[in-house]
């Protein structure tokens, strides 16, 4: 009887991939894998999809060494840059792309390329065992989000200084929309525009789309796009995307643990919270918020089993929950059960509980296996 399971499905994560490049064709693409590749174990989903992507984009150098580490020779964006010196030494010796998206960052780079050019000129370095290269440096630029990114009147400043640094190979402009889902609010337009016009005299390449901007706005596509949730089938809002053709890669599954008979009137669970109206049959499923299954899920939140869905009733715990087949259910102890997937979207789920997407995915814990399988 299985536990709490990922099962990965290699064929609709490679589909997927070459659904976003007919969406996008004449970028490049950023694969973003970072929070263990959205949940579903980062070495597998490199693996998979390495020769089908032109770099890797993470959010921690943690998660580039690991790539990398796995024998991946291409190229690696840090998409928020190094957080300090040391992992600025370990971007360079690594031969990482990095954002740079604030002054530090930039004074650190110069600083540190000045060291080396010293270095350098005193025949000191070719000594040392670390050896340091120029890197790719992609230029944040804050059109709208307001989150990181330079502001647009710093980028010619940013632009020359970086130019000079004998530590930065090229130079990518970068930027990240903040209501591209919203389609009709106007304020991507802003951004493109305001892209537009930092970007005008400068031959450099461009990204500013994520997944809702592949999906919906062809004019942001530039030079590289930056797929994360929707190469595993998952909307990046709460309308399911499969209508579009992207297919569910994992499917969440555990196993009914135990199938009892319940009076009516009697309660289920911690805090008595759910009484049954009628008589009927509770399963046990083997999962809970020990495995990042949301202990907030209510009353109702469907779940797939043998064919149908059935609500679940009273707290999740940490270890199971607890559902309600009905009276009539031929559901056996060892069934499987399906929290998400193909059977039951997790876009439902999501907009049952009031989270989002991204937000179930990434808070799997390790307790839950994680399987590849090919179609
Ligand atoms: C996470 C992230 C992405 C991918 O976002 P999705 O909405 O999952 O496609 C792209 N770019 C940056 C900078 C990110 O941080």
């Known amino acids: 009887m299985k536990p709490a399971t990922a099962t990965i499905n290699g064929s609709a994560l490679r589909h997927n991939l070459k659904l976003i490049k007919s969406l996008a064709p004449n970028s490049k693409i950023c694969a973003v894998v970072k929070a263990n590749a959205y949940g579903q174990g980062i070495r597998c989903v490199t693996k998979n999809i390495e020769n089908m992507v032109d770099a890797f984009g993470v959010a921690r150098i943690k998660e580039a060494l690991t790539i990398q580490e796995s024998g991946y020779a291409g190229k690696i964006v840090l998409l928020e840059g190094f957080f300090d010196r040391e992992e600025l030494l370990k971007t360079l010796s690594r031969r990482f792309d990095t954002v740079i998206h604030c002054i530090e960052q930039l004074e650190m780079l110069e600083k540190v390329a000045q060291e080396w050019q010293k270095e350098q000129e005193k025949g000191f370095w070719k000594r040392k065992t670390k050896i340091y290269f120029p890197v790719s440096v992609w230029l944040k630029i804050d059109t709208g989000m307001h989150r990181l990114g330079i502001h647009p009147e710093d980028v010619s400043e940013f632009y020359q200084r970086l130019s000079q640094c004998p530590l930065v190979s090229s130079i990518s402009f970068i930027s990240h929309f903040s209501r591209a889902d919203e389609l009709d609010c106007g304020y991507s337009e802003k951004q493109i525009a305001v892209f537009e016009e930092v970007s005008k005299g400068y031959s450099v390449e461009r990204s500013l789309s994520a997944s809702s901007g592949i999906l919906y706005w062809q004019q942001a596509h530039y030079e590289w796009v930056r797929p994360g949730i929707i190469m595993h089938g998952i909307s990046p809002h709460n309308r399911p995307i499969t209508e579009l053709g992207f297919k569910p890669v994992m499917t969440l599954s555990s196993s009914l643990i135990t199938v009892r008979t319940h009076k009516a009137g009697e309660p289920v669970g911690y805090g008595a919270a759910w009484i049954s109206p009628k008589d009927t049959k509770i399963g046990v ?18 779940v797939f089993i043998n064919g149908r869905k059935v ?8 270890d199971m929950m607890t559902v309600d087949l009905g009276i009539d259910s031929q559901d056996k102890v060892g069934d499987e059960v399906i929290l998400w997937g193909k059977d039951l979207l997790i876009e439902e789920v999501a907009e049952t509980i009031g989270v989002i997407n991204y937000e179930l995915i990434t808070k799997l814990t390790p307790r839950v296996l994680i399987e590849y399988k090919e179609e």
């Open 311 to 318: 609500p679940i009733v009273g707290r999740v715990s940490m």
């Open 285 to 302: 499923v083997a999962i809970g918020y020990g495995d990042g299954y949301p202990r907030n899920a209510p009353e109702g939140t469907p």
